[in-house]
């Protein structure tokens, strides 16, 4: 179990983490997503006791991170952004040194080497040079030394950057196969990567928590709303369309000749196809065209991580 209350850091004059509190269940694969310089790195450091909080703490298994962070280093596997690897190293040797670090060697070594490279699919990539592997085998590789002791806890910084649309979908069904026995932290400035992978998703904006929750409870909370573009022909009086729910809004009219042009806008939770399509029944209109946009999971994540300005 993670817990992360009222959480700040600061970079000299820039608040980077702005007083986030959250909880991480044991077993749940949590997203962390927001945009470039949200906070999501910084964050995470400090969840692995590399970084030292400006104020607020971070408990790990009611560890607290400035205090046990080598008992928390234990129960932790970190991929830390951009996967710093050894390229002169092959990968054997990489994880012989990573796991020797970690007091793992000998016999003990072996035998969790033999799993790991089964796990991570490194099998037979083993006696290579990390300068001479691919991106993705690159990951594989990170991912392998984040595992390798064996932590509860796995803490991936944008796992997937930079791969290819394949290799994405294979670091993706390992980070959810590990997901099955541990509680991972996964952060991307991507939403489809979140959507893909988490349970549950925290959404960071400029050091501040913008949503929580899983990705229906966030679009249920969301005030989104759907448009309706409507083409109709005869329609003089468009009155009656505004007196059929009180949450709806006719956004536009425009005609051209006996065509009509009209734009209707109400909450998400409603429904008012039907009651359109009856209203201009009843009045002789004839619908020649009816579509509806719906605000998206992408909208709503643009619309909570808009900055300042305008600028997403
Ligand atoms: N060591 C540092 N010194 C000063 N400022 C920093 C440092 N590390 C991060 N920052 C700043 O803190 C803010 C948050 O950075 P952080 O790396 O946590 O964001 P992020 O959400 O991981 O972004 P990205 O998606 O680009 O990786 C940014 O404005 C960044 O420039
Ligand atoms: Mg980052």
């Given at each position: 179990?993670?817990?992360?209350?009222?959480?700040?850091?600061?970079?000299?004059?820039?608040?980077?983490?702005?007083?986030?509190?959250?909880?991480?269940?044991?077993?749940?694969?949590?997203?962390?997503l927001?945009?470039?310089?949200?906070?999501?790195?910084?964050?995470?450091?400090?969840?692995?006791?590399?970084?030292?909080?400006?104020?607020?703490?971070?408990?790990?298994n009611?560890?607290?991170?400035?205090?046990?962070?080598?008992?928390?280093?234990?129960?932790?596997?970190?991929?830390?952004?951009?996967?710093?690897l050894?390229?002169?190293?092959?990968?054997?040797?990489?994880?012989r040194?990573?796991?020797?670090?970690?007091?793992?060697?000998?016999?003990?070594?072996?035998?969790?080497?033999?799993?790991?490279?089964?796990?991570?699919?490194?099998?037979?990539?083993?006696?290579?040079?990390?300068?001479?592997?691919?991106?993705?085998?690159?990951?594989?590789?990170?991912?392998?030394?984040?595992?390798?002791h064996?932590?509860?806890?796995?803490?991936?910084?944008?796992?997937?950057?930079?791969?290819?649309?394949?290799?994405?979908?294979?670091?993706?069904?390992?980070?959810?196969?590990?997901?099955?026995?541990?509680?991972?932290?996964?952060?991307?400035?991507?939403?489809?990567?979140?959507?893909?992978?988490?349970?549950?998703?925290?959404?960071?904006?400029?050091?501040?928590?913008?949503?929580?929750?899983?990705?229906?409870?966030?679009?249920?909370?969301?005030?989104?709303?759907?448009?309706?573009?409507?083409?109709?022909?005869?329609?003089?009086?468009?009155?009656?369309?505004?007196?059929?729910?009180?949450?709806?809004?006719?956004?536009?009219?425009?005609s051209?000749?006996?065509?009509?042009?009209?734009?209707?806008?109400?909450?998400?939770?409603l429904?008012?196809?039907?009651?359109?399509?009856?209203c201009?029944?009843?009045?002789?209109?004839?619908?020649?065209?009816?579509?509806?946009?719906?605000?998206?999971?992408?909208?709503?994540?643009?619309?909570?991580?808009?900055?300042?300005?305008?600028?997403?």
């Amino acid at each position: 179990m993670i817990k992360v209350e009222h959480l700040t850091k600061n970079y000299g004059n820039l608040t980077a983490v702005d007083d986030i509190s959250f909880e991480v269940r044991d077993g749940e694969i949590l997203g962390f997503l927001g945009p470039n310089g949200a906070g999501k790195s910084t964050t995470l450091r400090i969840m692995t006791s590399y970084l030292t909080p400006t104020a607020g703490n971070i408990y790990i298994n009611d560890m607290n991170v400035l205090d046990d962070s080598l008992n928390i280093r234990k129960v932790i596997g970190y991929l830390p952004e951009n996967n710093p690897l050894y390229p002169e190293m092959t990968v054997y040797d990489f994880l012989r040194f990573t796991a020797a670090v970690r007091g793992i060697e000998g016999n003990a070594f072996t035998i969790r080497l033999k799993e790991v490279s089964e796990l991570c699919g490194l099998k037979g990539v083993i006696q290579k040079k990390i300068s001479e592997l691919s991106k993705g085998y690159r990951q594989r590789t990170g991912l392998a030394q984040a595992i390798f002791h064996n932590p509860e806890i796995l803490i991936l910084d944008e796992p997937t950057t930079g791969l290819d649309p394949n290799q994405i979908v294979e670091i993706r069904n390992l980070i959810k196969q590990l997901g099955k026995e541990k509680t991972v932290v996964i952060s991307s400035h991507i939403l489809q990567e979140i959507q893909a992978t988490a349970d549950r998703m925290i959404i960071i904006n400029q050091g501040k928590i913008a949503a929580d929750g899983t990705i229906d409870e966030i679009m249920g909370s969301f005030m989104g709303l759907t448009r309706l573009h409507l083409e109709v022909e005869n329609a003089d009086d468009v009155s009656p369309l505004s007196k059929l729910h009180p949450d709806l809004k006719i956004v536009e009219t425009l005609s051209n000749g006996p065509v009509r042009k009209i734009v209707l806008e109400y909450p998400n939770k409603l429904d008012l196809r039907k009651d359109v399509f009856k209203c201009a029944v009843a009045r002789k209109w004839e619908i020649l065209e009816m579509t509806r946009h719906r605000t998206s999971l992408e909208d709503m994540f643009r619309i909570l991580t808009v900055k300042e300005g305008g600028e997403a």
